[in-house]
């Protein structure tokens, strides 16, 4: 029986404008390819920052300028990500499967997850969308719109919003038919529109969440035997960009909790990764790991020559 593996792509995989994504995603399908022609079964999963917070920016300034453009809430901004971003995707997919002469589909499943109203996340937002702007910017914009703005890893400011823990991913049956089918999916774009449910239905909310976070869930649900999550650098370091950096080629749930207590792992860019790949190996059968790798060494790294391992 094939290995089931949720893949989830980090920003790197994706570009910051439709027509830079476009020629990226080319690159991005060939490991992703590499994996389908070993024989994993592949689900995959992306981010969807700067996209969302491009099109929300894009809508709201247009919506201002008046002319009857209709405002646009946050949650429908993220399944117009969870769209493009997927078109994108599996048309380079899809293009790469042809050209090995690999008889499989790969289709983008536009996915509901479903968070709880009283999540504290949305007392406290904290996940970054959109561009990256100075100080002076950020300050202005915060005092025109009353958005949040925090400082991002040194490389400026972003807006926040909302991150709460994802709980239910409404359409996992639909994937798991896919995949068992031989299919390709693409699902939880974006971390997922996040949604509630009330006593008349699912209803979107204005939130962002995590990628890592919705990955591990449905790594957990469709029993998948590994979670990867592939991001900019090849394993996981402690004392991370000193002198006496380490990197890591594994790392046990105890491991990881002694990092996290030292604060080796940055809020917003490592932290969210580790956390995820502890909450997949926690919840999940014996046996089944996490990996944490960059996205053109994701093969490699399933054959244990890089990327870092979590294991029970």
Do not use: W
């Not at 999963?45 to 929300?56: D, E, L, T």
Request: with cysteine; hydrophobic share 40%; glycine share 10%.
């Amino acid at each position: 029986m094939a290995e089931r593996i949720v893949v989830a792509l980090g920003g790197n995989a994706l570009g910051k404008t439709p027509e830079q994504q476009l020629e990226l995603v080319k690159s991005t399908a060939k490991p992703i390819v590499d994996l389908v022609e070993k024989g994993y079964e592949v689900i995959i999963g992306h981010g969807n920052g700067p996209q969302v917070g491009m099109i929300n920016l894009a809508m709201e300034f247009s919506a201002n300028k008046g002319g009857g453009t209709p405002f646009m809430p946050f949650p429908e901004c993220g399944a117009m990500t969870q769209g493009y971003i997927g078109y994108h995707l599996q048309q380079a997919i899809q293009e790469e499967l042809k050209r090995r002469g690999i008889d499989k589909e790969c289709a983008t499943v536009v996915t509901q997850v479903v968070v709880s109203e009283d999540d504290p996340g949305f007392q406290h937002p904290t996940k970054p969308v959109g561009s990256f702007y100075t100080k002076e910017e950020a300050e202005k914009i915060a005092a025109e719109k009353g958005f949040i703005f925090v400082e991002d890893a040194g490389r400026g400011y972003r807006r926040v919003v909302p991150s709460p823990i994802p709980q239910r991913i409404v359409e996992r049956k639909v994937v798991e038919q896919l995949v068992a089918a031989g299919d390709i999916v693409i699902t939880v774009g974006g971390g997922g529109i996040p949604v509630v449910e009330t006593p008349e239905g699912l209803k979107g909310v204005a939130a962002v969440i995590d990628k890592d976070r919705a990955s591990a869930l449905l790594a957990r649900d469709v029993k998948a035997d590994r979670l990867i999550i592939l991001t900019a650098v090849d394993r996981v370091s402690i004392n991370f960009n000193k002198p006496d950096q380490v990197d890591l080629a594994s790392m046990t749930l105890a491991d990881c909790e002694r990092y996290i207590g030292e604060k080796q792992f940055a809020p917003g860019s490592m932290l969210p990764k580790v956390e995820s790949c502890m909450q997949f190996v926690r919840d999940s059968a014996e046996g089944c790991t996490a990996l944490i790798t960059s996205l053109s060494r994701a093969a490699e790294a399933l054959e244990g020559k890089t990327g870092t391992v979590i294991t029970r």
